[in-house]
T-cell receptor, first 112, second 115 residues
């Protein structure tokens, strides 16, 4: 089975800190995604990447950046964390086309 | 703009009862439709998908969904719910945007199952 691993299950950071959320997949997938999940809002796409060093903005990219230096790893960066970025962050990967997404277990980030 | 609406935020059913979770989408072209389930503390898992062909699709765990173009709906059903089905369910539409494929998710429906 495909495995998508997110480095932290829970994370607590302070306002203004730079935060790195790491995601690794083991199936050589081209496409990787970062979503945030908030109650009543479902999943909203922050950024996605379709190849190494390539990235595209999703629906809510403000306050975030990403890095994809290797095919298996996709990092989400909060340049200066704010309290409104407290959320569950989900990483996902997918092969070509519209095959199913494989999700990690999520990182619950709290910004105090 | 493309969107997915799940009208029910919370649903409670008794174990053994039938279940229907509603999903409506807004998309100009033929949609690619998905249902995902998220158990507590877990990521999302694909239940089923519709790309084309038979409008009634079967998924894992005894779930099925029916695509109705005239109603822009893709409702999820299960004839007899088990306690382990308690989870959050997300409907999603796949679309091509700017040359790339991405999913738009609904807000989710949280299912509680009474014994």
């Amino acid at each position: 089975d495909v495995k998508v691993t997110q480095s932290s299950r829970y994370l607590v950071k302070r306002t203004g800190e730079k935060v790195f959320l790491e995601c690794v997949q083991d199936m050589d997938h081209e496409n990787m995604f970062w979503y945030r999940q908030d109650p009543g809002l479902g999943l909203r796409l922050i950024y996605f990447s379709y190849d190494v060093k390539m990235k595209e903005k999703g629906d809510i990219p403000e306050g975030y950046s990403v890095s994809r230096e290797k095919k298996e790893r996709f990092s989400l960066i909060l340049e200066s964390a704010s309290t409104n970025q407290t959320s569950m962050y989900l990483c996902a990967s997918r092969g070509t086309g519209l095959e199913k997404l494989f999700f990690g277990s999520g990182t619950q980030l709290s910004v105090l | 703009a493309q969107s997915v609406t799940q009208p029910d935020i919370h649903i409670t059913v008794s174990e053994g009862a039938s279940l229907e979770l509603r999903c409506n989408y807004s998309y100009g072209a033929t949609p690619y439709l998905f249902w995902y389930v998220q158990s507590p503390g877990q990521g999302l898992q694909l239940l089923l998908k519709y790309f084309s062909g038979d409008t009634l699709v079967q998924g894992i765990k005894g779930f099925e969904a029916e695509f109705k173009r005239s109603q822009s709906s893709f409702n999820l059903r299960k004839p007899s719910v088990h306690w382990s089905d308690a989870a959050e369910y997300f409907c999603a539409v796949g679309l091509f945007s700017g040359g790339y494929n991405k999913l738009i998710f609904g807000a989710g429906t949280r299912l509680a199952v009474h014994p």
